[in-house]
């Protein structure tokens, strides 16, 4: 069955489609067709960031090959609709799961942004949604980069996810205006130092699943080295292993799939876990080792819990899932210590960023 959608114009309009038509010989109805067959082919603005989120597997392809691979094709910044696909996805990462806390040098960085992009709105006499910035910032609107930096200041060093998500919300709407900047000014702004550092929001804002790292890594091909780190305190040992590329290994030899196993042992338990425990349980203790008066008291996350020595008893404790492991104080703090000091360093902590932009993290 046919299906006719009835359409009504103005009446100007249907003149001049009168004129027309009797001027090319033709039925009214089918200039009108070819009218709008012609009109639904041409690129509209807009266009092109609904192309990208029509096929998002394929966006992060073209972003990790100009983000993460340096594969720029003479352009330093992706184009205004990658950015706004960048930061609409960065955003989303801290709507998805409960509980986790942001650590700051993703949601520093975002707020960087998004303090360049005012000042660049302040120093060239642009219009600044003031109602919108001043309710999510609690600015006064008098001296606005000022007073974005003296918020900034005053934040809390550990933040919980959705608070997180409410200081996003500027990037990813309209209230900064990325065609109105010009090519130089949004590179200055959008460096690919920058980008990096926010790509693992972007897959975790995606949901980015583990079959789909997989096939990201087996079609690019990043090295990533394979690393082993093992972690003693007190009777609890971690195992860190990260299938990767060994050192020297010729191109086009085997590609081992980049992935990461944590294997943590105790007198009488061995349990194997893998890279969403595990970034999870880094993040908790870096920000832990960093700001310990921020999270005097412990945090319950998405899977991993912690409680430090002093909190609830003398011992220390984690948790993943339903297990807890109890630690005395200085083992506690020696496990907070080389987990994090490890990871910061080396060739560990190389691979650790790597697995990021694979796997995505908060």
């Not at 009504?8 to 001027?23: D, N, P």
């Not at 094709?73 to 990462?93: C, N, Y």
């Not at 700051?104 to 302040?122: E, N």
């Not at 020297?248 to 349990?271: K, N, S």
Request: glycine share 8%.
């Amino acid at each position: 069955m046919l299906s006719q959608l009835n359409l009504r114009f103005h009446k100007k309009l249907i003149e001049a489609l009168k004129v027309r038509a009797g001027r090319e010989n033709t039925s009214v109805n089918a200039l009108a067709e070819r009218f709008l067959d012609d009109g639904l082919k041409t690129a509209a603005t807009g266009d092109g960031y609904f192309q990208l989120i029509a096929d998002p597997e394929a966006t992060v392809r073209q972003l990790y090959r100009h983000i993460i691979l340096g594969q720029t094709f003479g352009t330093s910044t992706p184009s205004r609709d990658e950015l706004r696909f960048v930061l609409v996805h960065a955003r989303e990462a801290f709507l998805r799961g409960q509980s986790r806390l942001a650590t700051l040098p993703a949601l520093g960085t975002l707020l960087d942004i998004t303090r360049d992009l005012l000042s660049w709105q302040v120093e060239h006499d642009r219009p600044v949604d003031g109602h919108y910035l001043k309710g999510i910032f609690r600015l006064a609107g008098e001296n606005w980069t000022e007073e974005f930096d003296a918020f900034r200041a005053e934040l809390r060093p550990v933040v919980d996810q959705m608070y997180a998500e409410h200081l996003l919300r500027p990037l990813e709407s309209d209230c900064f205006t990325l065609a109105d900047i010009p090519d130089s000014e949004l590179a200055e702004i959008f460096t690919l130092t920058r980008l990096k550092a926010i790509f693992p929001l972007i897959l975790r804002g995606l949901d980015w699943s583990e079959e789909k790292a997989r096939d990201l890594a087996q079609e690019l091909r990043p090295v990533i080295p394979a690393v082993t780190e093992t972690i003693e305190a007190g009777t609890l040992r971690l195992g860190i292993r990260i299938d990767g590329q060994p050192p020297g290994v010729r191109p086009g030899a085997w590609y081992e799939t980049p992935r990461l196993h944590l294997l943590i042992t105790g007198q009488d338990f061995v349990v194997p876990y893998g890279w969403e425990v595990f970034s999870e349980l880094l993040g908790l203790f870096s920000l832990y080792a960093r700001f310990p008066e921020a999270l005097a008291h412990g945090h319950q996350g998405g899977r991993v819990m912690f409680s430090p020595p002093g909190n609830v008893s003398t011992e220390g404790f984690f948790g993943i899932d339903g297990l807890r492991i109890f630690l005395p104080g200085e083992a506690f703090e020696t496990l907070v210590r080389e987990l994090t000091t490890r990871c910061d360093e080396g060739s560990l902590a190389e691979a650790l960023i790597g697995l990021r932009c694979l796997y995505g993290d908060l």
